[in-house]
Every structure is written in C-alpha cells, then in structure tokens.
C-alpha cells in the first residue's frame, strides 16, 4: 500500500469519527432535553431557570435578557443552584454546550430541560451587556 493510500484511510476514520461523536450529541440532547424554538423559548422562560452555560466574559459580552450565566465549566459544582421544581431553559453560542450540560443535569435527576434550538447566535429577542 502506497503512503497515499494510508493517508486516506486515516483521514476517513477521522471523518468518522467526527459523524460519529456529532450523531452522539444529536441522540444525547433529544435523549436529556426538548430543543425548542426561539418562540417557544421566549414563551416560557419567564416561568423557568433561564441559564447560559458559556464562560462568563462571553455571557459579559452579551446575553439573553433575565439568564444567569453558570459556565459548563462550573456546572458540576453548581447543581444547587438549580431548582427541581422549574423548568430549566438552557443555552449557549448555539447548542453543544446546552447538550452537555442537559445531559449532566438529567444524571442529576432534573426533569423538565429545554435548549435553545439556534443558540445565542439565533436569537433576535431582549439582550444584556455588561458595560465597562
């Protein structure tokens, strides 16, 4: 087998790899939480846990008006902050994160967990920024 040869198969396993661990997340968050529009988010979250799950100078730079901003970096330590008897809305820059997070939470036995189909970047509601 030629060199070339060798290079293509490593770069499909890579490929794979990489639709496979994308096909994981997809399955996982439809598995630990509802992702739902940015309408039905806007609907809701007045009656839930509204949580941005991105690091904190990114929440600073701008966020959903009303959210409070508990990194996934943060999150395993912060199940207390969280109430089970609320919905808990979650979102980040657009939704990898929100997946991880819903899926660390269902672990921890929270119920009722939304994500934010288009993310931060999708959405056109009220927003905050820290201003200097």
């Not at 290079?7 to 439809?30: D, E, H, K, S």
């Not at 039905?40 to 979250?45: A, R």
């Not at 997070?101 to 927003?127: H, V």
């Amino acid at each position: 087998m030629s060199v070339w040869n060798w290079i293509n198969i490593i770069l499909g396993l890579i490929l794979l790899a990489i639709a496979l661990n994308w096909a994981y997340f997809q399955i996982m968050g439809r598995r630990s939480a509802k992702i739902i529009s940015e309408e039905e988010f806007k609907n809701g979250m007045k009656k839930a846990q509204v949580i941005d799950v991105r690091e904190k100078n990114e929440f600073d730079a701008g966020h959903i008006l009303g959210a409070r901003n508990i990194p996934f970096t943060v999150l395993t330590n912060s199940f207390s902050a969280f109430r089970k008897d609320q919905p808990i809305y979650l979102y980040d820059t657009r939704k990898s994160l929100s997946i991880r997070a819903a899926n660390k939470l269902r672990k921890e036995g929270f119920k009722e967990i939304y994500i934010l189909k288009e993310g931060y970047e999708g959405w056109s509601g009220k927003t905050k920024k820290k201003t200097s």
